[in-house]
């Protein structure tokens, strides 16, 4: 008697490891974000009987904060590529130019007198309290990336706690 003898083919499954980026980094990218946005926006509005007026972040210091937030993120995302202590430095130094940019321009608004002030007020925009709080997360997130040693100089295998390994559905073989 002679049977027919069938063997199953040999699937092999192929792992990819993906390393995502640690919540720090992701909540520095999304404050650079934040504080573009807010350069952008209204910095001061000045209401009065006739009407109100506002003064946007790029027609000032909003310039200024829009260009090292854009730098952050272009240092946030070298520090994806190539991890280093000296990147997160550098962002944090970038938020905490920002920060007093965003808090100086905040305490230097013009203050009515004392009779103006009932035809006249002048409020913070929105975009330049957008910009202070972004660049208040930015610096705690550098921070505290620096400080739990996150920005760790070794190769992505230890960052296991961050990675996904995906494998692939076995081909679909009908006999």
Not at 35 to 45: D, E, H, K
Not at 106 to 113: F, I
Not at 138 to 163: K, L, M
Request: charged content about 10%; overall charge negative.
């Amino acid at each position: 008697m002679d049977r027919a003898v069938t063997t199953e083919p040999e699937i092999k499954h192929t792992t990819v490891q993906v390393s995502l980026p640690s919540w720090p980094i992701v909540t520095i990218i999304l404050a650079a974000i934040v504080v573009v946005i807010g350069s952008i926006l209204p910095w001061a509005t000045i209401t009065s009987g006739f009407g109100s007026a506002s003064k946007n972040g790029t027609s000032g210091d909003g310039v200024l904060t829009l260009i090292l937030a854009g730098l952050a993120v272009c240092v946030a995302l070298a520090f994806l590529a190539r991890p280093s202590r000296w990147w997160v430095i550098l962002v944090f130094v970038l938020f905490v130019i920002v920060t007093i940019i965003g808090i100086h321009d905040m305490s230097s608004l013009p203050v009515p007198s004392a009779d103006a002030a009932q035809y006249v007020s002048v409020d913070v925009g929105t975009g330049l309290w957008l910009c202070v709080i972004g660049a208040i997360v930015g610096v705690v997130a550098a921070a505290w990336t620096y400080i739990t040693g996150e920005w760790g100089e070794s190769d992505s295998a230890e960052r296991a706690p961050n990675s996904v390994t995906v494998l692939p559905e076995p081909p679909n073989e009908q006999p």
